[in-house]
């Protein structure tokens, strides 16, 4: 193989692209952190692995064509099919360089250049030097539709297909994040897709009840239900579907920052042309940085600060970036004002029948998954801070703790005068319909609190933080109570426990707000827009 083309053993091509062509680095291209990585870079070696395992089959392709006898060629079935397989690899790497991630790391190859790397051809010129091996099967190439091989599957009715990839199958009665994205998978299929859906984690290395073969299976049931026609399991099994099937792929629905980084190149390689939505769930780093001022966490500020560059790095590589709730859009948009940012919040189902009014009911509802730190650090602030506040004027008032996966320090809570741990309840309509008041004392935290409208949906008011509220346009008094000090959170739950006029009108209002915003109907409106032909 002539040394221009060879390819070196790192993930380093930037011989191969033409830098007269870029435009010159400036401390704008990629705005930085003092004192930290510019975390853009990690998209950029992402992408530059994948080109480089591309580039390494295709070399090889090259070498047994150019070992193989002129006269084994054309009549030979397996080297006709090496030679598409490596016209493939060539479109594909045109692909991979047209697109926008590509153009978007532009500023970190010139530097590159800036830095020493030598000066080499354009992608084109390199791609030609395999002209002499495929020239005998050129007619077999260009009848390739697509750049990977695809096997052709009728669609029948169907849309078209849309891979969803999260780092697992979606615990929707544990997590409230599970619960809108099982809902959102049910509305895309409910729409006409045709929904494969991916996890990052291998089966086996699932958590929780996913680690068990009942519990996968359980929770890939409700999934088939809602519409899901197919399961891949870990990155290296969503490699090989995109080179299977790659080609049918209309719309790419990637959730969390962790995924969208691992899975991005992927999708950009075997599927240039799919559109890919990045959905953020929440601000991750913003919920990391509020929990470090809160703590007066140096190092944890730290990571909030390189985790913000990771977020904005899959922002500024997808096509469409979703926010779960109109003030995140805004963050989003300050931070990148050239990315397309929309938003889709988290969303409800509207029980059936009126819910019950104040008589019969009695004492405090918490629910949330103890994974998720923010709930642990609540209802131990709730119970350290306020329950004795409240206790004082009710003795007799119970407050019941609900959700999966309890830590040991909220286990121990039970042994309190009147809390009870409840954990995990798989049916939380009786307790919605028994409790007086459900409390959310979240002193930190991001996006839309799922467990808030939730309660709301249901008819149960509600008293929470500022950040408990954030993202549903609530109003104080109006459609909860708000409270960020320990004395005034317990005097608004007294108020309510207290006032049944003022708890009828908040159960009203409340409920009718997240139906006209929040309610399945009115998400799937904002779906439809997203994933239009």
Not at 236 to 265: C, H, K, N, T
Not at 380 to 392: C, K, N, S
Not at 506 to 513: K, N, P, T, V
Request: net charge neutral; charged share 25%.
């Amino acid at each position: 193989m002539p040394p221009d083309v060879m390819l070196p053993d790192g993930p380093v091509l930037d011989f191969w692209v033409d830098r007269s062509s870029l435009p010159p680095v400036s401390e704008r291209d990629w705005p930085g952190l003092p004192g930290l990585p510019d975390l853009p870079d990690l998209r950029e070696a992402a992408l530059k692995h994948e080109i480089a395992r591309l580039v390494r089959e295709r070399n090889r392709l090259l070498d047994e064509g150019r070992n193989t006898p002129p006269a084994a060629i054309l009549p030979g079935h397996h080297a006709a099919e090496d030679a598409r397989r490596l016209a493939a690899k060539d479109r594909l790497i045109r692909a991979l360089y047209a697109s926008r991630s590509w153009r978007l790391a532009a500023p970190l190859r010139a530097l590159s250049g800036l830095l020493g790397q030598p000066a080499a051809p354009p992608v084109e010129r390199a791609i030609a030097e395999t002209d002499a091996v495929s020239r005998g099967v050129a007619a077999a190439a260009d009848e390739l539709r697509c750049a990977v091989s695809v096997r052709q599957r009728p669609l029948g009715r169907s849309r078209g297909e849309v891979l969803v990839v999260a780092p697992h199958l979606p615990l929707f009665d544990r997590q409230a994040g599970g619960l809108r994205l099982a809902t959102i998978v049910g509305l895309i299929a409910a729409m006409g897709w045709t929904v494969v859906f991916a996890t990052a984690l291998p089966a086996e290395n699932g958590p929780g009840l996913l680690a068990s073969a009942e519990g996968q299976v359980a929770y890939e049931q409700a999934l088939r239900a809602a519409g899901v026609s197919r399961f891949v399991y870990g990155v290296e099994a969503i490699r090989a579907f995109l080179i299977e099937a790659g080609g049918q792929m209309r719309y790419a629905f990637l959730s969390f920052p962790d995924v969208a980084l691992e899975v991005m190149p992927l999708i950009r390689a075997h599927c240039p042309w799919a559109r890919v939505i990045f959905d953020t769930v929440d601000l991750h780093f913003l919920r990391m940085q509020r929990e470090a001022d809160l703590r007066r966490d140096h190092r944890l500020g730290l990571a909030a600060q390189t985790l913000r560059q990771t977020e904005l790095a899959c922002l500024r590589s997808a096509d469409v970036t979703l926010a779960v709730s109109d003030e995140e859009r805004g963050v989003l948009l300050d931070l990148a004002p050239e990315a397309v940012v929309e938003t889709l919040p988290c969303v409800f189902k509207v029980p059936a029948g009126l819910p019950p009014g104040p008589e019969a009911r009695d004492g405090l509802l918490f629910l949330g998954g103890f994974w998720h730190t923010p709930n642990g650090d609540a209802v131990l602030w709730f119970a350290e801070q306020v329950w004795p506040r409240i206790r004082a004027r009710l003795p007799g008032l119970v407050f019941r703790i609900a959700g999966a996966d309890p830590t040991p320090e909220v286990m121990a809570l039970g042994r309190l005068p009147g809390i009870e741990v409840l954990g995990y309840v798989a049916d939380l309509a009786p307790l919605f319909d028994a409790a007086r008041v459900f409390v959310a004392p979240l002193r930190y935290g991001a996006g839309m609190k799922g467990k808030v409208g939730q309660s709301l949906i249901h008819g149960l008011p509600v008293v929470t933080t500022p950040i408990g509220a954030e993202g549903m346009a609530l109003a104080d008094d109006e459609h909860l109570l708000l409270a960020e000090t320990a004395e005034d959170f317990a005097a608004a739950v007294l108020r309510l426990c207290a006032d049944d006029a003022l708890w009828r009108r908040l159960q009203a209002r409340g409920r009718a707000e997240i139906e006209a915003t929040l309610s399945t109907t009115v998400v799937a409106r904002r779906l439809e827009a997203l994933f239009r032909v």
